[in-house]
């Protein structure tokens, strides 16, 4: 009721200036009648939402409702973004209907801004690949444990950066005693840094792991799941302050390409024999370093392309000597079962450890900044500038608290 009684105020002081009442002379209406008809329709607008405790406000859809939703009509740079009205999602089999409270960016969303990465088919065309919320509304043959009002965070191939997304019931994992923003920083960058290492790279314990951009989200993560499955992470990174985060949450060396030759550095801190595994997200530009710096028999995880997709030189021949297994990979157009599997491992064998009190490994999730999701364009550029270290979360609020009349 505070809150209402704030937004009456608002319109009382809005419609009481000069200007209104210039207004109303202007378009031949009594004051009294257009202050009447506006409380009317801000009554109307606010009497679908209610407030929450924690600062976040809750819209109750019915048929008809929509929402608002990261868009853009062409593609380009963050400047074309910004936050539209779309249809609230109608459910598909045994998918939930998820009231969104924080999302968060990911290289992929800026890719499908560009026009670069468009989404897998039948999946939202909004940005966003996870979320955390709450469950609003259970769809037709869910089968799960889930229900109205559970606390929630999402794996999605898309529709995270919106007040509501459609999720399959399976993607789905409990946030226990998580902030939104904490839970928010979890699905897409975890998941994959663990399809990464378990599903694809097949690390056992004690294997040394050379992990890129180090000071990423899914570097963070990476670099604390090497640490949990008991190998030894290293990283490199473009800063020395990303060096560091990943340093402090266990890492054990970490190299700035940009100041020296990582492979060089890597082969001297492992005694020669060199790492087991690399999680590479930059593709061309490390390639024939990558093989100086991979020892025998090593798992090589390719995942991004953000150093380019062309090799030159007599690469498969050094690929081959080493007998390198080199595995191409990405997440979002997995099929529904292989992302179930994976969510289920995760929460089976990794998710407890986020809330650990046992004193061994406690997991946490690395938040760089916190946008409102009307600030989209600017999460995106901020992203780009390429100086985060770990995630880049975007808050949801369900109503505008400065509601101009």
């Known amino acids: 009721m505070p809150y209402l009684s704030r937004q009456c105020l608002s319109a009382w002081w809005s419609i009481s200036n000069t200007k209104s009442r ?156 998580l902030k939104w923003d904490e839970a928010a920083a979890i699905p897409e960058v975890w998941l994959t840094a663990y399809q990464l290492l378990h599903f694809v790279g097949h690390m056992k314990r004690n294997d040394t792991v050379l992990i890129h951009s180090g000071g990423s989200g899914i570097g963070t993560a990476a670099v604390q799941l090497v640490k949990l499955a008991g190998g030894h992470p290293i990283v490199t990174a473009g800063s020395e302050t990303k060096l560091a985060k990943a340093i402090s949450l266990g890492a054990e060396a970490g190299f700035n390409y940009k100041q020296e030759d990582f492979a060089h550095a890597v082969l001297r801190h492992t005694k020669g024999k060199g790492v087991n595994i690399i999680l590479d997200c930059v593709g061309g530009s490390h390639a024939d370093k990558n093989l100086q710096a991979i020892a025998l028999d090593g798992q090589w995880v390719l995942y991004g392309l953000l150093g380019g997709g062309t ?73 780009e500038d390429n100086k985060t270290v770990g995630k880049v979360v975007i808050k949801v609020c369900h109503i505008d608290s400065h509601v101009e009349l």
């Open 22 to 177: 210039f207004l109303c002379k202007l378009i031949d209406i009594p004051f009294a009648k257009f202050f009447a008809l506006t409380v009317t329709m801000t009554l109307s607008n606010l009497s679908t939402y209610s407030t929450h405790d924690d600062g976040y406000q809750s819209l109750q859809p019915d048929q008809g409702n929509s929402m608002r939703a990261a868009q853009f009509d062409n593609p380009g740079d963050p400047s074309v973004l910004y936050v539209g009205r779309v249809a609230i999602p109608v459910l598909k089999t045994r998918e939930v209907l998820l009231q969104v409270k924080a999302s968060a960016i990911n290289r992929a969303d800026t890719l499908q801004r560009r026009g670069r990465y468009d989404p897998p088919p039948g999946a939202s065309s909004v940005l966003g690949l996870e979320a955390a919320g709450i469950i609003h509304t259970v769809g037709p043959n869910c089968q799960s444990k889930w229900k109205a009002g559970d606390r929630v965070m999402a794996l999605l191939p898309g529709g995270g950066n919106a007040e509501y997304t459609a999720v399959h019931e399976d993607h789905l994992m409990p946030i226990g005693k």
């Open 311 to 383: 090799v030159e030189g007599p690469f498969l021949a050094k690929l081959l000597k080493k007998r390198v297994k080199l595995s191409a990979t990405t997440l979002r157009a997995r099929s529904t079962e292989y992302k179930t599997e994976l969510v289920k491992e995760f929460s089976r064998k990794a998710l407890p450890f986020f809330e650990s009190t046992t004193g061994l490994v406690k997991l946490k999730a690395i938040i760089d900044k916190v946008f409102l999701l009307e600030k989209i364009g600017e999460a995106h550029q901020y992203m």
